[in-house]
């Protein structure tokens, strides 16, 4: 079976974290510091604040902005459910923007289509590590002096004429879940150059607490994964949940794997010591998954779009998603009994404007039930691309 995704983890990793955790040993305090400190320096800004998860950093950003009851807050259309429920219990109004067919971005024009009296701030996300219109977007806020947030939880390492995905917006935050492109087993960091700001965030993320049972079981977890996949169980087990019938356990398990940390958790040192050493070969990973995805894009049937990136522009190789000219549901069921995983459907990210009862997406909608990631990872051999690429073109 050919996982569509594979946690990576630096040599000894699993084993070094597993013996912390049960030590209760969550690292040397001195460095988060270091970690907010080069992690600020690659993506180019002056100041970063860690924090527990990617959700964490968006409500302590939301709320020193100043937004509250009553405010609306434009959001991509196309992203994770989970952040609509924080914004909402801030009494905040979440605003679906529209996106554009080809980068999967909500687009300037469909954000600025949805600015009333009430909008406090535009949130845009670099879907799926490939940058969203940055200088469109930019040019909207300063229009309507709204401030934009860079939702840049895939993007780690994607640029912009050689600029860091993080450093265009007045405030960004990042998450390091299992597959993002730095990985610390949860966890997350906002950035800024505005030092109150970070300031302000980084007082109200300081720990009363470490996680380390959430931190050994999301450990776990990424080991049970690789175990599946490389003993060929996860197949059948895949197939059985790809059947309509069970479709909303699949989704029920794979929403279990995403729980929100408690806000009072802190973000680990431990944690911070594995995001220094996944840093130092962040842009030699993506160099290397960008000509994988060159590769497969080329094996490609010609009726298959590749998510595209704008000229001028460097992916984080976060996934590989394609749109497909039929519904990607079928098709995913014919090629896990391939033995090809992808992924279709919320499995990429969600449809919130769906979600939140919103009819106006049309661009979303259409390719909504199209879109299938395929497989790309760190170390994925050119025999399984060819074979990825041959199974999907059969079953279309
Ligand atoms: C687009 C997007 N934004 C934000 C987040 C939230 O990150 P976290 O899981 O660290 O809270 C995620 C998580 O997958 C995401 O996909």
């Known amino acids: 079976m050919i996982a569509r995704r594979r946690v990576y983890t630096s040599p000894g990793e699993f084993e070094h974290l597993s013996a912390c955790v049960r030590r209760g040993d969550a690292g040397d305090p001195a460095l988060i510091a270091e970690w907010e400190q080069a992690f600020a320096e690659y993506v180019g800004v002056p100041h970063a604040a860690a924090v527990n998860s990617g959700r964490r950093g968006l ?12 405010d609306e807050l434009i959001v991509p259309a196309y992203t994770f459910r989970e952040l609509l429920p924080p914004i909402q219990a ?4 979440p605003v679906p923007a529209d996106i554009d067919s080809r980068s999967l971005c909500s687009t300037p024009e469909a954000i600025e289509a949805r600015i009333t009296p009430r909008t406090k701030a535009i949130l845009a996300l670099h879907t799926f590590g490939v940058p969203f219109d940055v200088d469109g977007i ?3 806020g300063r229009r309507h002096s709204l401030p934009v947030i860079e939702d840049c939880a895939h993007s780690l390492g994607a640029t912009v004429n050689q600029r860091q995905t993080g450093s265009f917006g007045d405030v960004a935050f990042f998450s390091f879940e299992a597959i993002k492109p730095v990985n610390t087993f949860g966890g997350g960091i906002v950035v800024s150059r505005d030092e109150e700001l970070i300031r302000a965030i980084r007082r109200d993320a300081v720990a009363a607490s470490f996680n380390l049972e959430l931190l050994g079981s999301k450990v776990r977890s990424a080991r049970l994964e690789r175990f599946l996949f490389d003993r060929h169980l996860a197949g059948p087990l895949l197939y059985i949940l790809a059947t309509p019938a069970l479709k909303r356990l699949g989704s029920w398990l794979y929403h279990r794997t995403q729980p929100s940390v408690p806000p009072k958790s802190g973000y680990t040192p431990l944690q911070a010591e594995i995001g220094l050493r996944k840093l130092e070969n962040l ?9 994988t995805s060159k590769m497969l894009s080329s094996l490609l049937h010609s009726e298959i779009n590749v998510h595209d990136v704008p000229e001028g522009c ?10 497909l000219p039929v519904p990607a549901a079928r098709i995913r069921k014919r090629m896990l009994l391939k033995g090809v995983d992808a992924g279709v459907e919320e499995e990429l990210t969600d449809n919130c404007a769906a979600i939140l009862g919103d009819n106006d997406c049309h661009t979303l909608n259409s390719v909504y039930p199209r879109l299938i990631s395929l497989p790309l990872f760190d170390g994925i051999t050119e025999k399984q ?9 059969n079953a279309l």
């Open 138 to 140: 930019l040019s909207v």
């Open 90 to 93: 801030l009494g905040i109004r």
């Open 314 to 323: 460097r992916s984080s190789q976060y996934c590989f998603v394609a749109e």
């Open 59 to 70: 409500v302590l950003t939301l709320s020193h902005l100043g937004l509250g009851t009553g």
């Open 283 to 291: 842009d030699e990973r993506i160099c290397e998954r960008a000509k």
């Open 385 to 393: 691309i060819h074979r990825v690429a041959d199974v999907l073109n």
